[in-house]
């Protein structure tokens, strides 16, 4: 019996999580869920979006296993998944982007992993506010030093790229090459205009990566044009691996080519625990009314139960859902030639459609 700490969210995260579920359970592998709260309700219950028996939940069962949860725009809570991120040291985002026919997507047949480092880069955190004396000191202490002129009135964001944080990200790409049999890694960075922090990522990957030579292929790719050619050749790449930033952006390029964010699953992963959820966050619109597709949740689950060994039901599953979708029917609207297709199913009806075909193979 595995234990895994299931966390619903809150906007479309409960409904999904609720289906997801289901589908997992429907492939007979035993779990012990720790069902526990938090974003908005943990915040009505508790006073807090992330109560502490929620990071002790996930380092007792080392897994969990989440719907989204919403991070309100200006004042309220910041962000409960970078909390989670921090806390757990989840320094790795993985995100295989998959296409699986019938979605709709003008690039058939992309087979993409983006692992980008989740905890330095320009999302440090590290700001400086425009104004602010502290800014101004900043401001004063660069032209003393490099002889640079910020501008006055300027906001300031640090971009901090360590050797120690670039090393620990690409080697975890290689090892997922090597684990997941895949062929290629690219490293993707801005070398050749900031020499200092994506100039670093770049040697340190390329150090790595002398260590896997014969084993796995390896290139660099500078980013913008990494976005024409993901979007002109994407079969030519496999695994991609990117400083935070760049990482976040090419994310959202991959999931437009496989068919939008409602199919993408992903994962945060540290050396102690994974946390397993979709890419899309908790659109609110349609909270409550089960309409949104599940998708990218169930996937997450099979990259659960695959990180959980159980390779057999994460298969099963896998190709259950792959037909649902191929089949066309039984989907929600957004698989659909217009949203408002009185064809498509619920949430629920699709995930029920799952269950089916898992249980019929
Ligand atoms: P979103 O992904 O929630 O929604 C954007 C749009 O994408 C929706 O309006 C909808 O049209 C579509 N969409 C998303 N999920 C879908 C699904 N499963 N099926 C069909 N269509 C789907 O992005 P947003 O509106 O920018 O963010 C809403 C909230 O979610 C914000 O508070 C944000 O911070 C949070 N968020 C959380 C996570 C997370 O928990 N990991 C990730 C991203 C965003």
């Known amino acids: 019996m595995h234990k895994v700490t299931l966390i619903p969210g809150d906007g479309i995260g409960p409904e999904i999580t609720e289906v997801a579920r289901r589908c997992v359970e429907a492939t007979g592998v035993k779990i012990q869920w720790d069902i526990v709260e938090a974003g908005d309700s943990a915040m009505e219950k508790y006073g807090t979006p992330l109560p502490d028996h ?132 690219t490293a993707v960075h801005k070398a050749n205009i900031m020499k200092f922090s994506d100039g670093l990522f770049l040697k340190v990957a390329r150090e790595v990566a002398k260590s896997y030579q014969g084993k796995v292929e390896f290139e660099d790719r500078v980013v913008d044009n990494m976005c024409m050619q993901l979007i002109q050749k994407p079969q030519n790449y496999d695994v991609l691996v990117l400083p935070n930033l760049y990482g976040d952006i090419i994310s959202d390029l991959c999931a437009g080519l496989v068919g939008g964010l409602g199919v993408a699953p992903g994962a945060n992963i540290g050396d102690d625990y994974a946390v397993f959820e979709p890419t899309h966050g908790s659109a609110p619109k349609y909270r409550g009314m089960n309409k949104v597709n599940p998708t990218g949740m169930i996937l997450s689950g099979v990259m659960m139960l695959r990180w959980l060994s159980e390779f057999e ?31 498509a199913v619920g949430t629920k009806e699709m995930g029920e459609a799952i269950i089916e075909r898992l249980l019929k193979k």
């Open 54 to 185: 929620v990071i002790e939940s996930i380092k007792k069962n080392k897994v969990a296993w989440k719907g989204p949860i919403t991070t309100p725009i200006g004042g309220g809570f910041r962000s409960v998944n970078v909390a989670l991120r921090k806390k757990l040291g989840l320094y790795m985002c993985l995100r295989p982007y998959k296409y699986y026919p019938g979605v709709r997507s003008k690039f058939p047949g992309v087979d993409l992993v983006v692992i980008r480092e989740n905890t330095e880069d320009l999302y440090a955190g590290i700001e400086f506010e425009q104004g602010k004396s502290v800014t101004k000191k900043l401001i004063d202490f660069v032209y003393q030093t490099t002889g640079n002129v910020i501008k006055e009135d300027s906001g300031i964001s640090i971009k901090p790229i360590s050797i120690s944080a670039s090393r620990r990200i690409v080697e975890a790409a290689f090892k997922y090459a090597i684990e997941n049999k895949r062929k290629k890694v």
């Open 313 to 343: 039901a994460a298969d099963k599953l896998e190709n259950a859902i792959s037909s649902v979708i191929k089949e066309g029917k039984k989907v929600t609207y957004d698989f659909k030639p217009t949203p408002d297709d009185p064809t």
